[in-house]
């Protein structure tokens, strides 16, 4: 294939998402190989557009032209952007750094090269950083459903459009609340990763509405440990603590008595500057038992196996507090 964001080597990985067939780049277009389905996607700047329109809330055009999906414009006017950096933001990931260090060792264990697939991995996710200082050594795949300053591919993780036993990872941070159908992308990466893979996963429990209409679900920690259940779990916790929870669910409150723009960018404002203490109480509390019924967000690492965990077993896997 042609001049693509992504490596020669994992060009010839990519699969059509809507039949799994392999792919032509002709042109600016990669075409489906397998006559019967002949589906067509558009490469923009060298990124692949390999979204399943059947099966995905993201259309083709809407990503093409940049039209509203996930990322949005601003909000919140002139003001907002120029003040935001001014301002202590209420959220603080505790844990991400470390898992990313420990998620790391654990491919390079594996294989002397691995490569690892990122879903939502167009702009840096918290603590990403750690685990990219490995690169080129470990080969890393940024995708998203929007156009963003690291994407290299537009895909759903509904449909991966990648050939199954690609990967020897898969980071998911900040996605699964986001997606309609979470058991399916968790089908998607258990296909997509290669035998005894690894997979890390962070998702949000105690946050209120985040991204507009793309908002769908929660996880506790042992739901987020059942939507994982044909994996083997290596490590798993709270990832964002009780107090950044509290914060968020006091600017929420605040923010439920207004609606116009500048109402909501002032109490933004006022709720930052009066709860932002709050997430520092997260270095000490999670890492503790009760806080694991009370945490922000979790997170999940396993390893991809043939077995699938028993509902029966789910109880004795609580670390809670104990009522």
């Known amino acids: 294939m042609g001049q693509l964001r992504l490596s020669r080597a994992i060009q010839e990985l990519l699969r059509c998402p809507v039949c799994g067939s392999g792919l032509e780049l002709l042109g600016s277009q990669l075409r489906c190989s397998n006559a019967p389905c002949a589906a067509v996607f558009p490469v923009t700047s060298g990124v692949p557009v390999l979204i399943n329109e059947a099966s995905s809330i993201f259309s083709i055009a809407d990503i093409v032209h940049r039209r509203k999906t ?17 301002v202590p ?26 490569k690892v697939l990122v879903l939502g991995g167009g702009v840096l996710g918290q603590g990403v950083e750690t685990f990219l200082q490995h690169s080129p ?26 050939r ?28 997509a990763l290669k035998k005894d893979g690894l997979v890390y996963a962070e998702a949000a429990f105690m946050q209120q509405v ?16 059942r939507l994982f259940r044909k994996f083997e779990e290596l490590d798993s916790g709270a990832v964002c603590g009780p107090g950044m929870a509290l914060a968020w669910a006091y600017q929420y409150f605040l923010l439920s008595f207004a609606e116009s723009r500048s109402a909501r960018t002032l109490i933004t404002l006022l709720s930052r500057l009066t709860s932002f203490y709050l997430k520092y109480f997260d270095y000490y509390l999670v890492h503790r038992k009760p806080a694991l019924d009370a945490a922000s967000g979790y997170y999940f690492m396993g390893r991809k196996t043939s077995r699938t965990l028993p509902d029966a077993e789910l109880m004795a896997l609580h670390r809670g507090a104990v009522s």
Not at 70 to 86: A, D, E, Q, T
Not at 91 to 100: E, F, G
Not at 210 to 225: A, N
């Open 89 to 114: 933001d209420i959220s603080r990931n505790v844990r991400s750094r470390r898992n990313y260090t420990k998620f790391a060792r654990l491919l390079l264990d594996r294989s002397a090269s691995p």
């Open 164 to 191: 199954d036993a690609t990967f020897d990872g898969v980071i998911v941070q900040a996605v699964l609340e986001h997606v309609v159908d979470p058991y399916r992308c968790v089908d998607e990466i258990h296909r």
């Open 137 to 162: 050594t470990i080969e890393v795949i940024e995708t998203d459903v929007s156009f963003g300053p690291r994407t290299m591919l537009i895909c759903d993780a509904h449909d991966i459009p990648f």
């Open 210 to 225: 985040h991204g507009g209409p793309y908002d769908f679900t929660r996880f506790t920690h042992l739901g987020l440990r």
């Open 70 to 86: 996930f990322f949005p414009p601003s909000r919140h006017g002139k003001v907002w952007p120029s003040l935001k950096g001014l």
